[in-house]
């Protein structure tokens, strides 16, 4: 299996790497952090790296190239996991926090995909793409990081529908409030985040915060199987997307 995992050097990334890694599958885990992706290939043996940042207009190409170019044009699962988090308040909106955003979460993932597109059509390949339960649920000063996780879900939708005549299936997971580095990476203070996770906790039913497992296992049951399963947006979230 030919596995392309973006935003995997921390994190769910991190965490599906190591997973597929384990099964003996052929992993390509970029991200923006050289010395996080050389960590990780240090510790996964045989996996790939490459540096890519979603920001960037057109660094997708170097992944399509190596795709082609080493994988033979043939992949078997797409994982589109690169994001960031940012606070935006609408009084304070600035243009280039919300095109960030959409770049990131919109723009780069659907680019890279449709790059990728011969590639999983040789062989029947599969899209995961992860979202967030703030695409599913209003949270109040998260309306670009919001608003992109919810287009990202209605994009997993069109794609399902659009590629199912080549065998290509398309889902994605909306994780809810998980023990990740996000928000230490997208800029946050100490304060906020320790605010931003118990306000989190209270409001989750299940009582508890994510841990990259719970996300990791439902990744991993989609990755290895599910055969009759596309177009479907999956709540791992403890409950708070229903709260």
Same mark, same amino acid.
């Not at 995997?8 to 970029?30: P, Q, R």
């Not at 994001?83 to 680019?111: D, I």
């Not at 995961?128 to 339960?133: A, E, F």
């Given at each position: 299996?030919?596995?392309? =995992?973006?935003? #995997?050097?921390?994190?769910?990334?991190?965490?599906?790497?190591? !997973? %597929?890694?384990?099964?003996?599958?052929?992993?390509?885990?970029?991200?923006?952090?050289?010395?996080?992706?050389?960590?990780?290939?240090?510790?996964?043996?045989?996996? /790939?790296?490459?540096?890519?940042?979603?920001?960037?207009?057109?660094?997708?190409?170097?992944?399509?190239?190596?795709?082609? !170019?080493?994988?033979?044009?043939?992949?078997?699962?797409?994982?589109?996991?690169?994001?960031?988090?940012?606070?935006? &308040?609408? #009084?304070?909106?600035? /243009?280039?926090?919300?095109?960030?955003?959409? /770049?990131?979460?919109?723009?780069?993932?659907?680019?890279?995909?449709?790059?990728?597109?011969?590639?999983?059509?040789?062989?029947? #390949?599969?899209?995961?793409?992860?979202?967030?339960?703030?695409? =599913?649920? &209003?949270?109040?000063?998260?309306?670009?990081?919001?608003?992109?996780?919810?287009?990202? !879900?209605?994009?997993?939708?069109?794609?399902?529908?659009?590629? @199912?005549? %080549?065998?290509?299936?398309? *889902?994605?997971?909306?994780?809810?409030?998980?023990?990740?580095?996000?928000?230490? !990476?997208?800029? %946050?203070?100490?304060?906020?985040?320790?605010?931003?996770?118990?306000?989190?906790? *209270?409001? =989750? &039913?299940?009582? /508890?915060? #994510?841990?990259?497992?719970?996300?990791?296992?439902?990744?991993?049951?989609?990755?290895?199987?599910?055969?009759?399963?596309?177009? @479907?947006?999956? &709540?791992?979230?403890?409950?708070?997307?229903?709260?």
């Amino acid at each position: 299996m030919k596995v392309l =995992i973006t935003g #995997g050097s921390s994190g769910i990334g991190k965490g599906l790497a190591e !997973n %597929f890694h384990e099964k003996g599958w052929d992993v390509l885990v970029t991200g923006r952090d050289v010395n996080k992706l050389a960590q990780l290939a240090n510790d996964l043996q045989g996996i /790939r790296t490459l540096v890519y940042d979603s920001s960037v207009a057109d660094d997708e190409i170097k992944i399509v190239e190596f795709i082609r !170019n080493v994988w033979e044009n043939k992949l078997d699962i797409l994982v589109n996991n690169a994001g960031h988090v940012a606070l935006t &308040p609408f #009084g304070n909106l600035k /243009r280039e926090t919300l095109e960030n955003m959409y /770049r990131v979460h919109l723009t780069a993932p659907s680019l890279l995909t449709a790059g990728c597109l011969d590639a999983l059509k040789n062989n029947k #390949g599969q899209i995961l793409n992860i979202t967030s339960s703030h695409g =599913i649920k &209003p949270y109040a000063q998260l309306m670009a990081y919001g608003s992109a996780k919810s287009g990202l !879900n209605m994009l997993t939708k069109i794609w399902a529908l659009e590629l @199912a005549p %080549f065998g290509i299936r398309v *889902n994605a997971i909306a994780p809810g409030p998980t023990d990740t580095p996000v928000l230490t !990476n997208s800029g %946050f203070s100490a304060a906020d985040i320790k605010n931003i996770q118990d306000t989190e906790q *209270n409001a =989750i &039913p299940l009582k /508890r915060r #994510g841990e990259v497992s719970d996300i990791v296992n439902i990744a991993a049951a989609l990755a290895g199987g599910a055969a009759w399963l596309t177009g @479907a947006i999956i &709540p791992v979230d403890g409950g708070i997307s229903v709260s």
